[in-house]
Every structure is written in structure tokens, then in C-alpha cells.
């Protein structure tokens, strides 16, 4: 399978207008022609300015945390996928779990915001987890499956044109990462259900993300059906940032 890795920077609510001009910087200066695909994902309000950073380059591809699931209107707060195409941006991460946490996000929400995105040209990253206790109670396959499953029931037939990312809730900016093998065994289960849904399952992206980390990146990456890494806390420290992309390279 020839498919270039994808490594996402997730920043979460982090940052400011000195400190991303000065990661990105250091970024775009880290990596010239990197040999896998490369997004950060600044906050809705900074994507503007990080695309201007990232200009005259292309190393790095721009990425949003969230798109609206509404075109537009009357949804105060909201950001649509027309919006976000606007500001140059390729990707979407859809349905963290934060989002889904906090915000009350549902499957149906999500597989519209998957939607929407697609039907604008931008990539959803789909995140799917599961949290400790679903993992105590052997719940795991259950529930990654019932996420990916809304996701692939709205947009059956362009699911290939999506990006899977696995985090399970407990691994989550905790610091206890999956074992490369517990992260298999998922990514092995949404493959498998991709392939249900697809004959292009082998071309869609599956990442890790939870506590990944310059130390432990190169052997999660070395799974046979983990294509990438969506990337939190170590994405705002350009030094880990740079060797979780070697790593993938
Ligand atoms: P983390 O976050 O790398 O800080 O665990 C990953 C994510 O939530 O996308």
C-alpha cells in the first residue's frame, strides 16, 4: 500500500498571534519536502493569519478543529465549510471527542458535518473513540464502529474521500498512549468496516491520535493500518512536531 501518511496538528484552544508565527515558522523552516502529508489545525479565528504564514509553500496544508453542519443562516457562533474554503483550508477534523463531550455533539451531527464539508472540497478527519470505562466494559468495537457507522451511512458513496482518526477518550492529552498493538487491532476493525462499505478502504487514511509523542510515534506508525497521527499537546512544540514527521516520513 503506497499511501502517504498524514500527520495533523490539532492545537486545540492554544495559541496566539506571537506564538503561531513563531511555530510556524519554525515549521515551514523544519520541513521542505517532506515525504508525508502535513496540517495544522490553529483555532477558527487565527486560521486566517496561518494561512498567510503558510503562504508560497507546500509543505503544510491548513486544517480547521470543526465545520458548521448548517450551509448558513441563523447559527450564531457557527463557521461553514463555504467559509472555511474561503480562508484556503483542506481539512476538517469532525466529531472529537471534546466536541462530543462538550459541545453535545452527536453521531447524526457529525455525519452531517462530514457532509458538508465533502460536498465543499475539504477533507473531514473523523475522530472516533472510545472512553476508559466503554473500554472496561469491552465496549471498544461497539462504539467505534456505531461512530463510523452514522458517518458511512450519510456518505456512502464518497466515503474513500475521508480520513479516519482513531483516539480513544482515555489517551486524550492524558499521556497513556494505546499500545501499538491495542491501536491495531481498532484500526484493523475500522478497515475492516471501510472494506464493507467501499472497495477503496485500502486508500483511506486511518490515524492515531491520543498522547502521541516524539518518543512513541515510530512504532505506532509502523502498524500495518495506522496511515498517520492526529496530534495535540506535542503539535505545539515545533521540535516534536518535526519528529513525529520524520517518523512518518
Ligand atoms: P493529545 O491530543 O495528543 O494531546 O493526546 C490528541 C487529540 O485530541 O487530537
Not at 27 to 47: I, N, T
Not at 110 to 130: Q, S
Not at 172 to 199: C, F, M, N, S
Request: net charge neutral; with cysteine; hydrophobic share 45%.
Amino acid at each position: 500500500m503506497s499511501k502517504k501518511k498524514l500527520i495533523a496538528g490539532n492545537w486545540k484552544m492554544n495559541g496566539s498571534l506571537a506564538a503561531n508565527q513563531t511555530l510556524v515558522q519554525a515549521l515551514v523552516q523544519g520541513l521542505r519536502e517532506p515525504d508525508c502529508d502535513v496540517v495544522v489545525c490553529p483555532p477558527a479565528v487565527y486560521l486566517q493569519q496561518v494561512q498567510q504564514l503558510l503562504a508560497g509553500q507546500t509543505a503544510i496544508g491548513l486544517g480547521a478543529q470543526d465545520v458548521s453542519q448548517h450551509d448558513n443562516g441563523a447559527f450564531t457562533g457557527d463557521a461553514s465549510a463555504a467559509m472555511l474554503k474561503d480562508f484556503g483550508v483542506r481539512y476538517a477534523i469532525v466529531g472529537h471527542s471534546e466536541r462530543r463531550q462538550h459541545q453535545g455533539e452527536t453521531d447524526v451531527h457529525v455525519a452531517i458535518k462530514v457532509k458538508r464539508a465533502l460536498a465543499a472540497g475539504i477533507t473531514p478527519i473523523v475522530c472516533v473513540g472510545e472512553t476508559l470505562r466503554e473500554r472496561e466494559e469491552g465496549m471498544t468495537e461497539f462504539i467505534v464502529k456505531r461512530q463510523l457507522s452514522a458517518v458511512i451511512h450519510l456518505n456512502g458513496h464518497c466515503i474513500s474521500e475521508i480520513v479516519v482518526a482513531y483516539e480513544p477518550v482515555w489517551a486524550i492529552g492524558t499521556g497513556k498512549t494505546a499500545t501499538p498493538e491495542q491501536a491495531q487491532a481498532v484500526h484493523a476493525v475500522l478497515r475492516a468496516q471501510l472494506k464493507a462499505a467501499t472497495d477503496q478502504a485500502d486508500r483511506v487514511r486511518i490515524l492515531y491520535g491520543g498522547s502521541m509523542n516524539a518518543t512513541n510515534a515510530a512504532e505506532l506508525l509502523r502498524q500495518p493500518d495506522i496511515d498517520g497521527g492526529l496530534i495535540g499537546g506535542a503539535a505545539l512544540k515545533a521540535p516534536d512536531f518535526l519528529t513525529i514527521v520524520a517518523a512518518a516520513a
